[in-house]
């Protein structure tokens, strides 16, 4: 029998790239999702007997409920990512990324689905001084998106049923995806070096960490048929690589043309983290492959193919710029 997964905010930037890489295993893939980058994303499926789309809003519990007959496992992406964009409306952030998160566990544990993976964020961590930032140490998280965030797993955890519980604490993301988005610092730089011949960079001393979302679709993946022992309410940092800011804009300079400028302002950005992905790989096997240059590749080919249109100021490849567009409410 194929399992039935269901992925909450399928069409956004990772979920797009996810649904086809869990058809390619041969789930069937349910996804809900608002759809307001691209309501045409997955019509390459619509033939599919495995495939299956739902157009609605999370935050309507009836839906939800529907959307989850028969489903073994959800991968619950969905959010207003970000912390600029929950900022933009914090009534808003909060009812999508919090309010309505317990009434879906709770909807999921009545369903009797076999697996939760949430989606939270390194950010919950806050700004740390440790040269590892690993599982084991406090959650500071400085923002409201971020203190959201860990809310949900709390939430999760207290779940008493025997659905098993992961929880995700990826890096930033770089890469191409089908729903791309230029407001990820990697994909920024490398929009920027295409289109403009310059990288412009705030600070540049801080720490990031990074991670293509191959990677981060592979370890959804593996939490897919991993034991239950293993994962079953735990949290896994993922992540490949912690640069500075400057750094990764000198690496995907020299990638793109090493004559591109970069222009360093000098902005004070406290947020400074290097993200340790060691229980993922003690406990899993888990080792990302891919590195910023795979990212950046796959984007300088997608711009050769002419797979974007506009893409420094088309609203599509920018969270913000969409909810301004559309007034979501």
């Not at 098993?164 to 230029?182: A, E, N, W």
């Not at 506009?310 to 609203?315: E, G, I, R």
Request: aromatic share 8%.
């Amino acid at each position: 029998m194929k399992e039935n997964v269901l992925v909450i905010g399928g069409a956004g930037y990772v979920g797009a790239r996810l649904v086809d890489s869990l058809l390619r295993l041969d789930y069937n893939v349910t996804v809900l999702d608002l759809f307001i980058y691209d309501k045409n994303i997955f019509d390459k499926y619509k033939n599919l007997d495995s495939f299956k789309k739902i157009e609605g809003d999370m935050r309507d519990l009836d839906l939800v409920e529907l959307s989850l007959k028969n489903i073994d496992h959800i991968i619950h992406l969905a959010c207003i990512s970000n912390d600029p964009s929950f900022d933009l409306d914090p009534n808003l952030g909060k009812s999508i990324n919090f309010d309505c998160f317990e009434p879906t566990v709770k909807l999921a544990s009545e369903q009797k689905v076999k697996r939760f993976i949430f989606a939270s964020s390194s950010s919950v961590y806050g700004s740390k001084d440790e040269d590892q930032v690993t599982e084991d140490l406090s959650t500071e998280p400085q923002t409201d998106y971020a203190k959201y965030k860990l809310a949900c797993e709390e939430i999760l955890l207290k779940d008493k049923s025997e659905m098993i519980k992961s929880i995700v604490r990826p890096s930033t993301l770089c890469g191409y995806s089908d729903r791309q988005r230029f407001d990820l610092s990697i994909n920024i730089f490398t929009n920027q070096a295409l289109n403009e011949k310059k990288i412009t960079v705030f600070g540049g001393s801080q720490m990031r960490p990074a991670l293509h979302i191959q990677d981060m679709i592979d370890f959804y993946l593996l939490l897919l048929k991993e034991k239950k022992e293993k994962i079953n309410n735990r949290a896994f940092n993922i992540s490949k690589e912690n640069f500075t800011i400057l750094d990764i804009a000198t690496r995907v300079r020299n990638i793109v043309d090493k004559n591109i400028e970069i222009d360093v302002k000098d902005v004070v950005d406290n947020r400074n983290y290097k993200i340790s992905s060691e229980r993922a790989k003690n406990e899993l096997n888990f080792v990302p492959k891919y590195e910023i240059e795979h990212a950046v590749r796959e984007i300088i080919e997608a711009n050769k193919e002419n797979k974007f249109t506009d893409p420094l100021n088309n609203s599509l490849y920018y969270n913000i710029k969409k909810m301004k567009e559309i007034k979501l409410t």
